[in-house]
T-cell receptor, first 114, second 113 residues
Framework: DARVTQTPRDKVTEMGQEVTMRCQPILGHNTVFWYRQTMMQGLELLAYFRNRAPLDDSGMPKDRFSAEMPDATLATLKIQPSEPRDSAVYFC????????????FGPGTRLTVL | AQSVTQLDSQVPVFEEAPVELRCNYSSSVSVYLFWYVQYPNQGLQLLLKYLSGSTLVESINGFEAEFNKSQTSFHLRKPSVHISDTAEYFCAVSDTGRRALTFGSGTRLQVQP
C-alpha cells in the first residue's frame, strides 16, 4: 500500500529554533506539494516541485522558509527561525504531475512553536 | 486565479438523513474539481473528482457531486449518511496551467445518531 510519509508527526519547539520537516513521496510520483493548514487560513499551498525542480513557491515566506528535494525520494521544508505564527499542520502531497491527477496526502506534521 | 467558497462551515445531520455540502468556485479558465475528505488527525483523501464528460460523478461510498457550469457549483450529496461519514470535507479546484490545488475553507459534517 503506497503512502506518503512525513516525519516528525508532531513537533514542539521554541521560537527562534530551526525546524525541519521531511516527506517521502510515493515511489514514482514526480510532483510534490507542501500545504499548511491553520484554523484561520485553512489549507494553503506553500510550494510545489516537479522532477525535483521548484515550480511555485509563491505561498512561502521567503525570509524564513525553504523547501528542497535533495533526491526523488525526499522533500524537506525548513523554517529558520521559527515563530509562533508558524504553528500549523504541514501536509506533503505527491502526484504524477498532471493537473487532473489525484494528489496523495501524507498524515501531516503538527508544528507548535512556543 | 481561482477561488473556492464553501458557505457552510458546519453541517449537523442525523444518521440516515440526506445531506448536501455546497461548493462554489470562481475561475477565469476551465477548471477541474475535486472533493477531499479529512478524518480526524489524518491527511486528506480524494473522495471524487470531475475532469470532463458526465457532470455527475460518484464515489465508492455513496457520495455524488454534480458539476454545474452555469452556476459554477460542485455540490456534494449523499442520500443517507452514516456515523462514519463524520469528517471535514474540502472542495478544491485546479486549472489547466497551475497544477496545485486551491481549497475551500472546509465543511465539517457531524452525523448524529
Amino acid at each position: 500500500d503506497a503512502r506518503v510519509t512525513q516525519t516528525p508527526r508532531d513537533k514542539v519547539t521554541e521560537m527562534g529554533q530551526e525546524v525541519t520537516m521531511r516527506c517521502q513521496p510515493i515511489l514514482g510520483h514526480n510532483t510534490v506539494f507542501w500545504y499548511r493548514q491553520t484554523m484561520m487560513q485553512g489549507l494553503e499551498l506553500l510550494a510545489y516541485f516537479r522532477n525535483r525542480a521548484p515550480l511555485d513557491d509563491s505561498g512561502m515566506p521567503k525570509d524564513r522558509f525553504s523547501a528542497e528535494m535533495p533526491d526523488a525520494t525526499l522533500a524537506t521544508l525548513k523554517i529558520q527561525p521559527s515563530e509562533p505564527r508558524d504553528s500549523a499542520v504541514y501536509f506533503c502531497a505527491s502526484g504524477l504531475g498532471q493537473n487532473t491527477d489525484t494528489q496523495y496526502f501524507g498524515p501531516g506534521t503538527r508544528l507548535t512553536v512556543l | 486565479a481561482q477561488s473556492v467558497t464553501q458557505l457552510d462551515s458546519q453541517v449537523p445531520v442525523f444518521e440516515e438523513a440526506p445531506v448536501e455540502l455546497r461548493c462554489n468556485y470562481s475561475s477565469s479558465v476551465s477548471v477541474y474539481l475535486f472533493w477531499y475528505v479529512q478524518y480526524p488527525n489524518q491527511g486528506l483523501q480524494l473522495l471524487l473528482k470531475y475532469l470532463s464528460g458526465s457532470t455527475l460523478v460518484e464515489s465508492i461510498n455513496g457520495f455524488e457531486a454534480e458539476f454545474n457550469k452555469s452556476q459554477t457549483s460542485f455540490h456534494l450529496r449523499k442520500p443517507s449518511v452514516h456515523i462514519s461519514d463524520t469528517a471535514e470535507y474540502f472542495c478544491a479546484v485546479s486549472d489547466t496551467g497551475r497544477r496545485a490545488l486551491t481549497f475551500g475553507s472546509g465543511t465539517r459534517l457531524q452525523v448524529q445518531p
